[in-house]
């Protein structure tokens, strides 16, 4: 997928009706932290968009407004998703 890598190489991270939890897992790979998820059902969800793995941070801001998820930020190492 042509779109994808070139979005890859600039920092970006393209989704197109990928489960949250899936997407989540990507972040984590940019995160200097731990993202938990704790409602399962939710990470089924499916979601789509473009997110800035550069900021990881903004990018789960970005990308929690996507599902019905509650988050908490506990320091800047970990993340809470309910």
Same mark, same amino acid.
């Not at 989704?15 to 997407?23: I, L, S, Y």
């Not at 997110?51 to 506990?74: C, E, F, G, Q």
């Given at each position: ?9 600039q920092g970006r991270l393209i989704v197109n009706g990928?489960?949250?939890?899936? #997407? ?9 932290g731990t993202i938990v998820l704790l409602n399962?059902? !939710?990470?089924? =969800? &499916? ?5 800035? #793995? ?17 988050? !908490?930020?506990? =320091? &800047? ?6």
């Amino acid at each position: 997928n042509v779109p994808a890598v070139s979005a890859w190489l600039q920092g970006r991270l393209i989704v197109n009706g990928v489960p949250f939890a899936q #997407v989540l897992e990507e972040l984590q790979r940019y995160h200097s932290g731990t993202i938990v998820l704790l409602n399962q059902r !939710i990470g089924k =969800t &499916n979601v789509t968009g473009t997110y800035n #793995v550069d900021d990881p941070v903004a990018a789960l801001d970005l990308l929690v407004k996507t599902v019905p998820v509650s988050m !908490i930020t506990l =320091t &800047n190492r970990l993340v809470l998703l309910f």
